[in-house]
T-cell receptor, first 109, second 113 residues
């Protein structure tokens, strides 16, 4: 079966750095996405990785290792507005998105 | 440019009632998707369409119908609502030529009593 695992919840301090991990087992791979979802809102796109390595976008970076079926999202200089759920999703061989259950990130002052 | 719009935002149904959730996009995207999101679970694909006149089943299609008579519109029909269909429903669209980003509508929160 297809499976995406990410921690259910993480807590971090304002101004700090946090890394949210995602491991996946899917039938084929055509890209990995990270989305941010604030409570009661729709997911919004953060990053897309299709090749191994690190993609940096301001305070957010995303890493992919296809051989290990592993990705992480790195958030730097955490702000209170970063409190949200972070969803990992993988496009499989049929170009369908398989979604993880999301990681709820709680930022404390 | 409104992006992806969904109506209604909230709805309460009684078991056995039918209803249609509307989704429209004005970005001329070829691909459109319907997901449901339940607490503690990832988004689950209900139905999707890769172009006008086409539809396909996703992971959890039972109890739902869709149609794609225009590029812009992708309505989701609940034939006979059940409490298990209580969920938040999201519609999303993607451009076939820039398939690295899904654009989501604001969601419909549906409760079936």
């Amino acid at each position: 079966g297809q499976n995406i695992d990410q921690p259910t919840e993480m807590t971090a301090t304002e101004g700090a750095i946090v890394q949210i991990n995602c491991t996946y087992q899917t039938s084929g791979f055509n890209g990995l996405f990270w989305y941010q979802q604030h409570a009661g809102e729709a997911p919004t796109f953060l990053s897309y990785n299709v090749l191994d390595g690190l993609e940096e976008k301001g305070r957010f970076s995303s890493f992919l290792s296809r051989s290990k079926g592993y990705s992480y999202l790195l958030l730097k200089e955490l702000q209170m507005k970063d409190s949200a759920s972070y969803l990992c999703a993988v496009t499989d061989s049929n170009y369908q998105l398989i979604w993880g259950a999301g990681t709820k990130l709680i930022i404390k002052p | 440019n409104a992006g992806v719009t969904q109506t209604p935002k909230f709805r309460v149904l009684k078991t056995g009632q039918s209803m249609t959730l509307l989704c429209a996009q004005d970005m001329n995207h070829e691909y459109m998707y319907w997901y449901r999101q339940d607490p503690g679970m990832g988004l689950r694909l209900i139905h999707y369409s890769v172009g006008e006149g086409t539809t396909a089943k996703g992971e959890v299609p039972d109890g739902y119908n869709v149609s794609r008579s225009t590029t812009e519109d992708f309505p989701l029909r609940l034939l006979s609502a059940a409490p298990s269909q209580t969920s938040v429903y999201f519609c999303a669209s993607v451009s076939a030529t820039h398939a690295d980003t899904q654009y989501f509508g604001p969601g419909t929160r549906l409760t079936v009593l």
